[in-house]
């Protein structure tokens, strides 16, 4: 019977999500209509913050010069490297002058997290003049990994958007550029799609879209609203940015049509930390829901709650094995003592179907934007669908962390 009790608890869940994840992908099947007129002549500004980035730093920035664009500058926040990173940058710029500038970051004031790196480089900019004279609303700060390599398009698909006086963040998609040397890779990739074209796109319709770590571009006078500090000591600054920028009543747009290429991990033990640094952060992001129930309006409000109670959610159906194992144990018992089994056939398919029943989806949608089979990506879809338990792992791992009041991580190392 307590097994049952768990279950049913632990399945109610499931179901929860499961209808919140199917309504999500119907409505990101709708239709939105895209800016169709040209950007503006804007400002562009690319930040980077780095620490020990000298395996990756090159190339991205070689990316960023050969973008497109006739007004821009890169602003390489060093966060005390103690590789080459710095000289790896100033060779970089050593091909256009006064195209890249390199913020070098000593103790004490280093190596406080990448959200204190970023504000440190916004008020670098203010003081160093080179933004002086522009109006902060037609400049765009884009925040880009330190192997974040951006589309060549990337820019002129985003720039629209910065049309609508309203919008004060964009967002790109992000995909994994080493997704095809191993399967760990590719099911990172996968994750950043389904999340990115279903969960992105269905928040275009809600209000509720949310900024990355990697390829965020947002308004200069939006962040100079902010109350406080742009980027927060949260593990994920990007999460509690996004929201602040809808509480303070700007728009956040999200562009598919566009993305940021990083870097996948390639261990599962790294990508467990990973996770568990994400999911820590998601935890600390839970100190924004008064400002989410005060400033912002019901229907982002009630996806933007949800979203930060998925750390929650997300463990008590962690405990769904121990609870089906207690229920088998229960139903063995009950099958001796009524000399008969009592376990019914319909509970594999209905299994299966609350289990893999979004497979489907998510291999759709990951067809449409990478060239793979119908049958390798409905494999995929499955395959993705036993990945997220890692989340699981993840997950507790956090908690542990958080019990024992660490906050503190070592960043992932790049290959």
Known sequence: MIGQVTVAGSLAIIVLAVAYNGGMFVLSRRRIPLPDEPGKERTYVFMLACLNEEKVI??????????PLDDFLVLVVDDASDDETARIAAAAGASEPGRIHILSRTFPDARKGKGAALNAGLDWLAESELLAGKDPRDVVICVVDADGRLDRHAAAQVDPFFNDPEVGAVQVGVRMYNRHGRLLARLQDMEFVVYGEIFQGARRHIGSVGMGGNGQFMRLAALRSLTGRPWSDCLTEDLDLGVRLIASGWTNAYCGTAAVHQQAVLTLGRLLRQRSRWFQGHIQASRLAPLILRE????????????????????????????????????????????????????????????????????????????????????????????????????????????????????????
């Open 58 to 67: 090159g190339e991205s920035l070689s990316r960023l010069l050969d973008l």
């Open 296 to 415: 912002v309006a019901p229907r982002p409000a009630a996806d933007l709650l949800y979203h930060l109670s998925s750390p929650a959610l997300l463990l008590l159906t962690s405990l769904l094995p121990v609870s089906f194992a207690l229920m088998l144990g229960d139903t063995a018992v009950a099958s001796v003592q009524a000399g008969h089994s009592l376990m019914s056939v319909w509970w594999l398919p209905w299994f299966y179907v609350m289990t893999f029943g979004l497979a489907a989806a998510y291999a759709f949608v990951y067809r449409r934007r990478e060239p793979v089979s119908r049958l390798h990506s409905l494999f995929l879809g499955h395959l993705y669908v036993i990945y997220g338990y890692i989340w699981f792992v993840s997950g507790w791992w956090a908690v542990g962390r958080l019990l024992t009041g660490r906050h503190t991580w070592l960043k992932t190392a790049r290959t």
